[in-house]
Protein backbone atom coordinates (compact mmCIF):
# COMPACT_ATOMS: atom_id res chain seq x y z
CA UNK A 1 0.00 0.00 0.00
CA UNK A 2 2.65 2.40 0.60
CA UNK A 3 4.19 2.21 -2.64
CA UNK A 4 0.72 3.04 -4.56
CA UNK A 5 -0.26 5.72 -1.98
CA UNK A 6 3.22 7.63 -2.87
CA UNK A 7 2.49 7.13 -6.19
CA UNK A 8 -0.94 8.39 -6.61
CA UNK A 9 0.72 11.74 -4.25
CA UNK A 10 3.40 12.16 -7.08
CA UNK A 11 1.39 11.75 -10.25
CA UNK A 12 -1.60 13.70 -8.84
CA UNK A 13 1.01 16.28 -8.28
CA UNK A 14 3.11 15.89 -11.82
CA UNK A 15 -0.04 15.72 -13.88
CA UNK A 16 -1.80 18.64 -12.07
CA UNK A 17 1.38 20.40 -12.61
CA UNK A 18 1.53 19.43 -16.38
CA UNK A 19 -2.10 20.34 -16.81
CA UNK A 20 -1.49 23.70 -15.80
CA UNK A 21 1.32 24.56 -18.07
CA UNK A 22 -0.37 23.37 -21.09
CA UNK A 23 -3.76 24.96 -20.19
CA UNK A 24 -2.95 27.50 -17.70
CA UNK A 25 -0.03 29.81 -19.46
CA UNK A 26 0.40 30.55 -23.09
CA UNK A 27 1.91 27.19 -24.25
CA UNK A 28 -0.09 25.87 -27.30
CA UNK A 29 1.18 22.49 -27.34
CA UNK A 30 -1.75 20.71 -26.78
CA UNK A 31 -3.82 21.99 -28.87
CA UNK A 32 -1.54 23.22 -31.84
CA UNK A 33 1.35 20.04 -31.52
CA UNK A 34 2.97 21.24 -34.48
CA UNK A 35 4.16 24.23 -32.55
CA UNK A 36 6.35 22.41 -30.38
CA UNK A 37 9.05 22.90 -33.29
CA UNK A 38 8.43 26.20 -33.79
CA UNK A 39 11.62 27.79 -33.52
CA UNK A 40 13.80 25.27 -32.45
CA UNK A 41 17.42 25.94 -32.65
CA UNK A 42 20.04 23.71 -30.73
CA UNK A 43 21.03 25.25 -27.17
CA UNK A 44 17.73 27.12 -26.89
CA UNK A 45 16.69 28.32 -23.67
CA UNK A 46 14.64 25.69 -21.41
CA UNK A 47 11.90 27.92 -19.57
CA UNK A 48 12.14 27.43 -15.86
CA UNK A 49 9.25 26.21 -15.33
CA UNK A 50 9.39 23.60 -17.40
CA UNK A 51 12.97 22.49 -16.25
CA UNK A 52 11.05 22.47 -12.45
CA UNK A 53 8.71 19.66 -14.58
CA UNK A 54 11.89 17.73 -16.03
CA UNK A 55 13.51 17.95 -12.77
CA UNK A 56 10.73 15.92 -10.85
CA UNK A 57 10.23 13.23 -13.58
CA UNK A 58 13.43 12.39 -14.19
CA UNK A 59 14.38 12.24 -10.56
CA UNK A 60 11.16 9.85 -10.22
CA UNK A 61 12.09 7.47 -13.03
CA UNK A 62 15.69 7.69 -11.60
CA UNK A 63 14.50 6.16 -8.04
CA UNK A 64 11.49 4.22 -10.24
CA UNK A 65 14.23 2.33 -11.72
CA UNK A 66 15.95 1.56 -8.49
CA UNK A 67 12.55 0.97 -6.54
CA UNK A 68 11.31 -1.85 -9.48
CA UNK A 69 14.53 -3.92 -9.10
CA UNK A 70 14.88 -3.88 -5.09
CA UNK A 71 11.50 -2.08 -3.55
CA UNK A 72 8.51 -3.00 -5.12
CA UNK A 73 6.61 -6.41 -5.43
CA UNK A 74 7.61 -8.54 -8.47
CA UNK A 75 4.68 -8.64 -10.67
CA UNK A 76 4.30 -10.44 -14.19
CA UNK A 77 4.45 -7.19 -16.10
CA UNK A 78 7.53 -5.98 -13.68
CA UNK A 79 10.01 -6.47 -16.66
CA UNK A 80 8.31 -4.25 -19.17
CA UNK A 81 7.41 -1.92 -16.38
CA UNK A 82 11.67 -1.80 -15.60
CA UNK A 83 12.25 -1.21 -19.67
CA UNK A 84 9.28 1.64 -19.46
CA UNK A 85 11.15 3.32 -16.95
CA UNK A 86 14.86 3.15 -18.73
CA UNK A 87 13.43 4.36 -21.61
CA UNK A 88 11.14 6.95 -19.72
CA UNK A 89 14.42 8.57 -18.25
CA UNK A 90 16.28 8.08 -21.10
CA UNK A 91 13.55 9.97 -23.27
CA UNK A 92 13.77 12.80 -20.14
CA UNK A 93 17.60 13.14 -20.53
CA UNK A 94 17.97 13.21 -23.94
CA UNK A 95 14.83 15.85 -24.55
CA UNK A 96 16.18 18.02 -21.98
CA UNK A 97 19.88 17.70 -23.76
CA UNK A 98 18.63 18.48 -27.20
CA UNK A 99 16.24 20.87 -25.99
CA UNK A 100 12.98 18.83 -27.06
CA UNK A 101 11.64 20.07 -23.95
CA UNK A 102 8.03 21.44 -25.34
CA UNK A 103 7.23 18.11 -26.68
CA UNK A 104 8.42 16.02 -23.19
CA UNK A 105 6.11 18.43 -21.51
CA UNK A 106 3.20 17.08 -23.71
CA UNK A 107 4.38 13.10 -23.63
CA UNK A 108 4.15 13.71 -19.79
CA UNK A 109 1.11 15.33 -19.36
CA UNK A 110 -0.67 12.26 -21.75
CA UNK A 111 0.88 9.67 -19.78
CA UNK A 112 0.29 10.64 -16.06
CA UNK A 113 -3.04 10.97 -15.61
CA UNK A 114 -3.91 6.70 -16.13
CA UNK A 115 -1.21 6.33 -13.67
CA UNK A 116 -3.32 8.90 -11.30
CA UNK A 117 -6.35 6.96 -11.92
CA UNK A 118 -4.84 3.20 -11.32
CA UNK A 119 -2.91 4.76 -8.04
CA UNK A 120 -6.35 5.77 -7.11
CA UNK A 121 -8.03 2.27 -7.41
CA UNK A 122 -5.57 0.62 -6.27
CA UNK A 123 -5.43 2.40 -2.96
CA UNK A 124 -9.04 2.14 -2.38
CA UNK A 125 -8.60 -2.03 -3.12
CA UNK A 126 -6.35 -1.78 -0.04
CA UNK A 127 -8.56 0.36 2.02
CA UNK A 128 -11.77 -1.37 1.57
CA UNK A 129 -10.91 -4.81 3.56
CA UNK A 130 -8.51 -3.06 5.94
CA UNK A 131 -8.67 -4.35 10.00
CA UNK A 132 -10.64 -7.65 8.88
CA UNK A 133 -13.70 -5.32 7.50
CA UNK A 134 -15.75 -4.50 4.98
CA UNK A 135 -15.36 -0.64 4.13
CA UNK A 136 -18.21 0.52 1.86
CA UNK A 137 -16.81 3.77 1.33
CA UNK A 138 -13.76 3.13 -0.13
CA UNK A 139 -15.35 -0.54 -1.97
CA UNK A 140 -17.23 2.22 -3.91
CA UNK A 141 -14.33 4.69 -4.62
CA UNK A 142 -12.84 1.46 -6.30
CA UNK A 143 -15.46 0.54 -8.45
CA UNK A 144 -15.64 4.09 -9.29
CA UNK A 145 -12.00 4.13 -9.93
CA UNK A 146 -11.83 1.24 -12.54
CA UNK A 147 -15.31 2.25 -13.97
CA UNK A 148 -13.61 5.25 -15.02
CA UNK A 149 -10.18 3.48 -16.08
CA UNK A 150 -12.58 1.27 -18.38
CA UNK A 151 -15.24 3.38 -19.33
CA UNK A 152 -13.63 6.78 -20.37
CA UNK A 153 -12.41 4.85 -23.27
CA UNK A 154 -15.27 6.26 -25.34
CA UNK A 155 -16.08 9.91 -26.16
CA UNK A 156 -15.26 11.79 -28.91
CA UNK A 157 -11.89 13.31 -29.13
CA UNK A 158 -9.63 15.80 -30.88
CA UNK A 159 -7.72 16.20 -34.15
CA UNK A 160 -3.74 17.43 -34.16
CA UNK A 161 -5.36 20.82 -35.41
CA UNK A 162 -8.36 20.81 -32.91
CA UNK A 163 -8.26 23.89 -30.66
CA UNK A 164 -12.03 23.32 -29.25
CA UNK A 165 -10.75 21.15 -26.49
CA UNK A 166 -10.39 21.90 -23.22
CA UNK A 167 -9.64 20.83 -19.51
CA UNK A 168 -13.38 19.41 -19.18
CA UNK A 169 -12.64 16.72 -22.13
CA UNK A 170 -10.02 16.36 -20.68
CA UNK A 171 -11.04 15.62 -17.07
CA UNK A 172 -13.50 13.06 -18.37
CA UNK A 173 -11.18 11.02 -21.12
CA UNK A 174 -9.05 8.31 -19.82
CA UNK A 175 -6.08 6.05 -20.55
CA UNK A 176 -6.90 4.90 -23.75
CA UNK A 177 -7.94 8.18 -25.06
CA UNK A 178 -4.71 9.87 -23.26
CA UNK A 179 -1.75 7.23 -24.43
CA UNK A 180 -3.57 5.43 -27.80
CA UNK A 181 -5.28 7.62 -29.22
CA UNK A 182 -4.41 11.46 -28.23
CA UNK A 183 -0.69 10.08 -27.79
CA UNK A 184 -0.22 8.96 -31.68
CA UNK A 185 -2.33 12.02 -32.85
CA UNK A 186 -0.39 14.66 -31.22
CA UNK A 187 2.73 13.72 -29.81
CA UNK A 188 3.88 11.05 -32.76
CA UNK A 189 2.07 13.33 -35.51
CA UNK A 190 4.79 16.15 -34.12
CA UNK A 191 7.60 14.36 -33.71
CA UNK A 192 7.70 12.01 -37.01
CA UNK A 193 5.80 14.40 -39.62
CA UNK A 194 5.48 17.90 -38.26
CA UNK A 195 9.45 17.83 -36.90
CA UNK A 196 10.44 17.39 -40.17
CA UNK A 197 8.39 20.39 -42.13
CA UNK A 198 9.81 22.59 -39.53
CA UNK A 199 13.50 21.46 -39.31
CA UNK A 200 14.52 19.40 -41.95
CA UNK A 201 17.68 18.48 -40.31
CA UNK A 202 16.19 17.88 -37.19
CA UNK A 203 18.85 15.77 -34.91
CA UNK A 204 18.21 12.34 -33.57
CA UNK A 205 14.64 11.84 -35.46
CA UNK A 206 15.24 8.60 -35.72
CA UNK A 207 16.26 7.67 -32.07
CA UNK A 208 13.61 9.89 -30.46
CA UNK A 209 10.83 8.42 -32.79
CA UNK A 210 12.06 4.72 -32.14
CA UNK A 211 12.14 5.22 -28.41
CA UNK A 212 8.63 6.84 -28.67
CA UNK A 213 7.13 4.46 -30.37
CA UNK A 214 8.21 1.84 -28.32
CA UNK A 215 6.57 3.57 -25.99
CA UNK A 216 3.51 3.27 -28.07
CA UNK A 217 4.05 -0.43 -27.94
CA UNK A 218 4.24 -1.37 -24.09
CA UNK A 219 0.78 1.39 -23.93
CA UNK A 220 -0.59 -1.66 -26.32
CA UNK A 221 0.47 -4.14 -23.35
CA UNK A 222 -1.08 -2.64 -20.76
CA UNK A 223 -4.08 -2.53 -22.40
CA UNK A 224 -4.21 -5.82 -23.18
CA UNK A 225 -4.12 -6.09 -19.26
CA UNK A 226 -7.28 -3.89 -19.30
CA UNK A 227 -9.40 -5.49 -22.27
CA UNK A 228 -8.45 -8.86 -20.18
CA UNK A 229 -9.57 -8.01 -16.85
CA UNK A 230 -12.38 -6.57 -18.43
CA UNK A 231 -13.16 -9.53 -19.69
CA UNK A 232 -13.05 -11.60 -16.89
CA UNK A 233 -15.08 -9.54 -15.15
CA UNK A 234 -18.01 -9.60 -18.05
CA UNK A 235 -17.56 -13.62 -18.24
CA UNK A 236 -17.97 -13.53 -14.18
CA UNK A 237 -14.79 -15.00 -13.97
CA UNK A 238 -14.00 -11.87 -11.30
CA UNK A 239 -16.07 -10.88 -8.45
CA UNK A 240 -14.12 -7.76 -7.35
CA UNK A 241 -11.52 -5.99 -8.25
CA UNK A 242 -8.02 -6.82 -7.96
CA UNK A 243 -4.60 -6.21 -9.95
CA UNK A 244 -4.45 -8.62 -12.97
CA UNK A 245 -0.92 -8.27 -12.52
CA UNK A 246 -0.22 -9.66 -9.64
CA UNK A 247 0.55 -14.28 -9.38
CA UNK A 248 -1.32 -16.22 -8.12
CA UNK A 249 -0.55 -17.87 -5.11
CA UNK A 250 -0.18 -21.32 -7.07
CA UNK A 251 2.08 -19.44 -9.45
CA UNK A 252 5.93 -18.93 -8.92
CA UNK A 253 7.12 -15.88 -10.07
CA UNK A 254 10.76 -15.59 -11.50
CA UNK A 255 13.28 -14.55 -9.04
CA UNK A 256 13.39 -10.96 -8.42
CA UNK A 257 16.57 -9.42 -8.75
CA UNK A 258 18.40 -8.71 -5.21
CA UNK A 259 20.99 -5.54 -4.32
CA UNK A 260 24.25 -7.12 -3.97
CA UNK A 261 25.67 -6.97 -0.28
Not at 40 to 57: F, H, N, S
Not at 111 to 121: A, G, P, R
Not at 186 to 212: E, G, H, M, Q
Not at 246 to 261: H, M
Request: charge should be positive; glycine fraction near 6%.
Amino acid sequence: MPESAWKFLFYLGAWSYSTYLLFGTDYPFFHDPPSVFYDWKTGMAVPRDIAVAYLLQGSFYGHSIYATLYLDAWRKDSVVMLVHHVVTLILIVSSYAFRYHKVGILVLFLHDISDVQLEFTKLNVYFKSRGGAHHRLHALAADLGCLSFCLSWCGEGAGPGRKGVGFREVGVAGPFWFRLYWFPLKVLYATSYCSLRSVPDIPFYFFFNALLLLLTLMNLYWFLYIVAFAAKVLTGQVRELKDVREYDTAEAPSPKPRKAE
